[in-house]
Nanobody
Framework: QVQLVESGGGLVQAGGSLRLSCAAS????MGWFRQAPGKEREFVAG????????YYADSVKGRFTIARDNAKNTLYLQMNSLKPEDTAVYYC?????????????????WGQGTQVTVSS
């Protein structure tokens, strides 16, 4: 069983930065997803087990960076140049199949989520 616990969300002004962390047990492909009120959960970024391969949604490419420290069992999402449209609950997720997927339904394990609010 994989356990995931996010931290690091909060309120920030547009143009600011936040770093999310996800404490993760197990060795899995992992991803960050987000869900805004009234919208479907969407892929933000994904990373291979080794950290050698990363993937981003077009909406965050160049602004967000996903990384992992396997020695610390921690996944990160560095978010820079934040925009009001980035406001959402952010979730880390893990899947058993060792391939990154942008489909949230293919991830078996989820954290509880952390709120990110970007004010204009």
């Amino acid at each position: 069983q994989v356990q995931l616990v996010e931290s690091g969300g909060g309120l920030v002004q547009a143009g600011g930065s936040l770093r999310l962390s996800c404490a993760a047990s197990g060795r899995n492909v992992m991803g960050w997803f987000r869900q805004a009120p009234g919208k479907e959960r969407e892929f933000v970024a994904g990373i291979s087990w080794s950290g050698g391969s990363t993937y981003y949604a077009d909406s965050v490419k160049g602004r967000f960076t996903i990384a992992r420290d396997n020695a610390k069992n921690t996944l990160y999402l560095q978010m820079n140049s934040l925009k009001p449209e980035d406001t959402a609950v952010y979730y880390c997720a893990a899947r058993r199949i060792p391939v990154v997927s942008i489909d949230y339904r293919s991830y078996e394990y989820w954290g509880q989520g952390t709120q990110v609010t970007v004010s204009s």
